[in-house]
């Protein structure tokens, strides 16, 4: 479980997060939607220990997010970022192994390529994408890699950084399926950060709104059109008037 407790984080006299509260169970889809600025990012990277809260605490399976063994804390991660942020000098398989071909328990090149192969048909990608290179790939298929990758070392816990982006609502439709039907089968943790209300219906279990520091609303899908909440059905309906300035 993701246990986020009371997080605050400035920058300068900028209180981005002011008292951030948050379960994630284990196995559960959380997706996190609010505004550009909000600070979904910084609690992105609070959770990972890459920032560390001015206050509060972020407990991942009971460890502290910066503390102890970065390498293995970091190995229980999947992480697919907005643009698949792929290298462009390496071939498709190279991108997906990436992980898998470094540090203590590498594999070998023929082990890490046959486990590419298997994770990017996992994600609809035939085996010869994988001698390509990125720029040869349209965006749909660079997001494919990009999810291989997030899922290639089996982590428990996977983030989905604007997964959507990007891509046309077809092409999007695609991806928020293929990455609701894999965290289901992986029985993986994962937390997605969109904007994008057709992922948050197809990937959450339970949606949180971040809005002036804090979660404004949090609870079931089931629940987001009624919520009653005027934060949440500013966002959803993508009103300008609103406790929500629209000049931010
Ligand atoms: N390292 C940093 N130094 C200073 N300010 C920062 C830093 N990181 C983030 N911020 C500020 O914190 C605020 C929240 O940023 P963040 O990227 O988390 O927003 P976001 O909710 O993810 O937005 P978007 O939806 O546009 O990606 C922004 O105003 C940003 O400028």
Redesign the pocket.
Known sequence: MIDIKGVHKS??A?H?LQGVNMKIAKGESMVII??????????LKCILGL?TPDAGSILVYGQEADQGDRDAFLARFGMLFQGAALFDSLPVWQNVAFRLLRGAGKLSKTDARDLAVEKLRRVGLRADVADKFPAELSGGMQKRVGLARAIAADPEIIFFD?PTTGLDPIMSGVINELIREIVVEMGATAMT?T?DMSSVRAIADKVAM?HDGAVQWSGPIAKLETSGNPYLDQFLHGRAEGPIEAVR
């Open positions: 920058f300068g900028h981005v609010g505004g550009s600025g909000t600070g979904k990012s910084v609690l920032e604007e950060i904007h971040l």
